[in-house]
Nanobody, 130 residues
Framework: VQLQASGGGLVQAGESLRLSCEYS????????IGWFRKSPGKVREGVSGISASGDNTYYADSVKGRFTISRDFAETTVFLQMNSLTPEDTAIYYC????????????????????????WGEGTLVTVSS
């Protein structure tokens, strides 16, 4: 299983970026995909998650209304469209995958729990200048 995040860069506040997470080595409709970010001095936080079917999406309060997650099964890619970026969004962004949820778990309750994710890609740096 491999995941690779890309699309980061340097933008000004108010601008947009689209991150991509290309994955391979597993059946795409069996895996849940999440985006996390890590800023200096802060703990890693869940930004957004998408269910295995793509029907359900989840967002951190800090990005609701600005970020949109989607997945393209044909391209085996999950996207994170980030609009109205602020300097507080500056971080390394990672995508990760959950292959198996415990029988008692629902993705909606664990999408932002990093220890639930079994596979991680290398991050992509997003820098937002003021």
């Amino acid at each position: 299983v491999q995941l690779q995040a890309s699309g980061g860069g340097l933008v000004q506040a108010g601008e947009s970026l689209r991150l991509s997470c290309e994955y391979s080595g597993f059946a795409p409709d069996n895996y849940y995909i999440g985006w996390f970010r890590k800023s200096p001095g802060k703990v890693r936080e869940g930004v957004s998650g998408i269910s295995a079917s793509g029907d359900n999406t989840y967002y951190a309060d800090s990005v609701k209304g600005r970020f949109t997650i989607s997945r393209d099964f044909a391209e085996t890619t999950v996207f994170l469209q980030m609009n109205s970026l602020t300097p507080e969004d500056t971080a390394i962004y990672y995508c990760a995958a959950i292959a198996t949820l415990a029988p008692h778990e629902a993705y909606r309750t664990v999408w932002d729990v990093d220890i639930e994710y079994e596979y991680w890609g290398e991050g992509t740096l997003v820098t937002v200048s003021s």
